[in-house]
């Protein structure tokens, strides 16, 4: 582990190799799963005055969904997450034309229509964050699912935490991002 400020994070950022590979896996990490993903209380509201913009691209059972219980639950660990359709499936998930599934919520951001990305923990994954009293845990997550993006990685050398810079400075900062490298740095020449 590596603390950064008032995160502790996993050396597994640094270990483990990884690159989406949507050609190979379709957005599986969008339609699959047992809950949704993790929302922040800030996004919540963001998200709601967001669908207007989005509410067309959303399938006929995605908005049925809103329509009964909005845009989240609380999940069994009292946390907010996306609403889900059928147990699994994100309620901003769409099928482009080529059968990947991506989110509603970026599609209008790279539309120009939002400056709101989409949820923190969805631009983060692989990496999945455990907030504390005191530190926010900064972890790698293994899905089977993404075994393409692991193969992905490893073919072309990308360290977890450089495939997510973009996000990990969006959440953390650039300063936090830039300790980081160099921290990466560091371990390397340990190796």
Same mark, same amino acid.
């Given at each position: 582990?590596?603390?950064?400020?008032?995160?502790?994070?996993?050396l597994?950022?640094?270990?483990?190799?990884?690159?989406?590979?949507? *050609?190979?896996?379709?957005?599986?990490?969008?339609?699959?799963?047992?809950?949704? *993903?993790?929302? /922040?209380?800030?996004?919540i509201?963001?998200?709601?005055?967001?669908?207007?913009?989005?509410?067309?691209?959303?399938?006929?059972?995605?908005?049925?969904?809103?329509?009964?219980?909005?845009?989240?639950?609380?999940?069994?660990?009292?946390?907010p997450?996306?609403?889900?359709?059928?147990?699994? /499936?994100?309620?901003?998930?769409?099928?482009?034309?080529?059968?990947?599934?991506?989110?509603?919520?970026?599609? *209008?951001?790279?539309?120009?229509?939002?400056?709101?990305?989409?949820?923190?923990?969805?631009?983060?994954?692989?990496?999945?964050?455990?907030k504390y009293?005191?530190?926010? +845990?900064?972890?790698?997550?293994?899905?089977?699912?993404?075994?393409?993006?692991?193969?992905l990685?490893?073919?072309?050398?990308?360290?977890?935490?450089?495939?997510?810079?973009?996000?990990?400075?969006?959440?953390?900062?650039? /300063?936090?991002?830039?300790?980081? +490298?160099?921290? +990466?740095? /560091?371990?390397?020449?340990?190796?």
């Amino acid at each position: 582990m590596l603390q950064i400020n008032d995160t502790i994070i996993s050396l597994d950022l640094f270990d483990e190799k990884f690159v989406c590979d949507l *050609a190979s896996c379709k957005g599986e990490c969008c339609i699959e799963g047992d809950a949704g *993903a993790p929302l /922040e209380y800030v996004e919540i509201k963001i998200i709601e005055e967001l669908l207007p913009v989005i509410w067309d691209d959303l399938t006929d059972a995605s908005k049925e969904v809103i329509k009964k219980q909005g845009v989240y639950y609380i999940d069994e660990d009292e946390e907010p997450v996306t609403s889900i359709v059928n147990g699994a /499936e994100c309620v901003f998930t769409y099928t482009d034309e080529n059968g990947i599934c991506k989110c509603a919520i970026e599609k *209008a951001f790279r539309e120009g229509k939002t400056d709101f990305y989409k949820p923190i923990s969805c631009h983060l994954y692989p990496v999945r964050l455990q907030k504390y009293n005191e530190f926010t +845990a900064v972890n790698y997550h293994r899905w089977k699912i993404c075994n393409c993006a692991r193969s992905l990685g490893s073919e072309l050398n990308v360290p977890v935490y450089r495939f997510l810079k973009e996000p990990l400075i969006r959440r953390f900062g650039a /300063e936090w991002y830039n300790q980081l +490298a160099i921290a +990466a740095g /560091e371990l390397k020449k340990q190796q």
